[in-house]
């Protein structure tokens, strides 16, 4: 193999974060920049295409950008909870992905609803 173009295997190569942990959905790379405005969020099964983040702690960070859209989706009653799975990624010898779950985040409706937060003080 020529010199630089292996990979150390099992070396982290990023953080995904899980939003839909009862269909294993990860946050994705944005496939489509159609130029609209409109706020979306891509989902997907494919961990190949799960966006990762570098460190655990900018992962922790972007839990945030996805928080109003875990809101809608329990209020509309089709989360069971809020909850979001940091999981690391890795390579194996083979080249295969591989995840581990580090950390689990559980989102509570005072966390993230400001009208929930406003009758608490």
């Known amino acids: ?13 990023g953080y995904a974060l899980v939003i839909l942990p009862q269909v294993n959905g990860y946050v994705s790379k944005t496939v489509i920049d159609d130029g609209v405005e409109d706020e979306y969020i891509d989902i997907t099964n494919v961990l190949e295409i799960a966006r990762l ?13 996805y928080l109003g859209y875990l809101l809608k989706e329990y209020d509309k009653g ?12 890795s390579k194996d010898k083979n080249g295969t992905l591989q995840e ?5 985040l559980k989102i509570t409706v005072t966390d993230v609803d400001p009208r929930t937060q406003m009758n608490q003080k």
């Open 1 to 13: 193999m020529a010199k630089g173009f292996g990979f150390q295997a099992n070396k982290t190569l």
């Open 100 to 104: 581990k779950e580090v950390d689990v």
């Open 53 to 65: 983040w570098k460190t655990k702690k900018q992962a922790e960070k972007a839990v945030g950008q």
């Open 78 to 89: 089709n989360l069971p909870e809020m909850k979001v799975i940091i999981r690391a990624i």
